[in-house]
């Protein structure tokens, strides 16, 4: 005599919510996905890119006729941005720079800039990974310059 244990029945309440369980681990990693995509999305670079890319060109040239370098240096929780022409070291009439992650703005820094004979310098803290630093600048006669600059920071040095 052989002992069999009774096979359980497949029911349709029993397929309707084995359907329902997988769709809801489907829906709920869908939707986990979508809230960290969009609170981690830092927004727009330009408000209106077609009025931003009708001027693009003549930016660009401007801005390649003065000639500007810019080199960014980071080590020690010290941050040096130098800017030059010609080897000659450049001092804009203004200038701003904020510094931050390219996925999210939630660690941007807007810097108190400090100058040397170089450049200019400041403290800050980068954890590891990819760090942007934008810089905004205007020439005494007005002319602006912006840039981003990329780095990449690994065990807190460039």
Do not use: C
């Not at 703005?105 to 403290?123: N, S």
Request: aromatic share 10%; no cysteine; proline share 4%.
């Amino acid at each position: 005599m052989t002992d069999t244990k009774p096979v359980k029945e497949l029911t349709g309440r029993k397929v309707l919510i084995i359907l329902l369980s997988a769709f809801g681990i489907i829906l709920t990693a869908n939707m986990t996905l979508l809230y960290n995509a969009i609170n981690t999305f830092p927004g727009l670079e330009v408000r209106n890119t077609y009025v931003a890319s009708q001027t693009f060109d003549d930016r660009a040239t401007a801005q390649r006729a003065l000639g500007w370098v810019l080199e960014v240096k980071y080590a020690n929780g010290q941050m040096n941005l130098s800017i030059a022409a010609n080897n000659t070291f450049i001092f804009p009439e203004t200038i701003d720079v904020r510094v931050g992650r390219p996925t999210h703005d939630r660690e941007d820094v807007i810097p108190v800039l400090l100058r040397d004979t170089i450049g200019y310098w400041f403290k800050i803290d980068l954890g590891e990974g990819k760090w942007f630093i934008y810089v905004n600048a205007e020439t005494a006669d007005g002319k602006p310059f912006q840039q981003r600059l990329s780095m990449f920071v690994t065990d807190g040095h460039d």
